[in-house]
């Protein structure tokens, strides 16, 4: 069973530009998490979403930023005119269904630099 | 909102030796505790959580605490090894209905040296 999948690893953009970080939970999960982290800290919640649905995107900033888990494909982060601020590692998590234990697995991250 | 404070956020210990990391939390509600390790330039790995129900968990030489009245849970790493050098985070979650599973907050993390 592959692990939760998420690419590219590594993207540079330049200031102004769109950044878009995909993320495939493991199988048969159906709920996905993003979190964001800066250097030498934790990680901060931005983003769940179920299969075509947000159910809590209250770590997301009000602009520039959305996230989309269709209903077939991977989940998408998407970052519209990039900072450099928005430099970081972009975490993926997913867990189980509906009624399934409590853990979150995550991916091994995107890592966005802002030029 | 949760809030998790961890301590301390460096700790060098000899190889062999005990090593042991604290958090707390704020939320009376949160009901489940994950530990995660994380190595240079990879996610981060769950290696044991704890559920509100249960005081104390282990798994080898990997074990957690609870106590949900003075709210803080602890990590203990018995007989390190080099490879447990990494960096260390606590988490709390609250799930508040059975519709789905609720976000994690996470402590600031603990840098985790061992010296051979």
């Known amino acids: 069973n592959a692990g939760v999948m998420q690419n590219p690893r590594h993207l540079v953009r330049r200031r102004g530009q769109e950044a878009r970080l995909r993320c495939s939970p493991m199988k048969g999960h159906s709920h996905v998490y993003w979190y964001r982290q800066l250097p030498e800290e934790g990680l901060k919640f931005m983003v769940y979403l179920q299969k075509e649905n947000i159910i809590d995107e209250s770590g997301m900033p009000k602009e520039r930023f959305s996230a989309e888990f269709p209903k077939e494909g991977p989940s998408i982060l998407r970052i519209q005119q990039v900072v450099r601020g928005d430099s970081a590692a972009y975490f993926c998590?997913?867990?189980?269904?509906?009624?399934?234990?409590?853990?979150?697995?995550f991916g091994p991250g995107t890592r966005l630099t802002v030029t | 909102g949760e809030n998790v404070e961890q301590h301390p956020s460096t700790l060098s210990v000899q190889e062999g030796d005990s090593a042991v990391i604290k958090c707390t939390y704020s939320?009376?509600?949160?009901?489940?505790f994950p530990w995660y390790k994380q190595e240079l330039g990879k996610g981060p790995q769950l290696i044991i959580d704890?559920?509100?129900?249960?005081g104390e968990k282990k798994d080898q030489r990997i074990a957690v605490t609870l106590n949900k009245t003075a709210k803080h849970f602890s990590l203990h790493i018995t007989e390190t090894q080099p490879e447990d050098s990494a960096v260390y985070f606590c988490a709390a979650s609250i799930r508040i209905s059975n519709f789905g599973n609720e976000k994690l907050t996470f402590g600031t993390g603990t840098r985790l040296t061992i010296i051979p």
């Open positions: 939320d009376s509600a949160s009901n489940y």
């Open positions: 704890i559920r509100s129900n249960v």
């Open positions: 998590a997913s867990s189980p269904r509906r009624g399934s234990p409590y853990e979150q697995y």
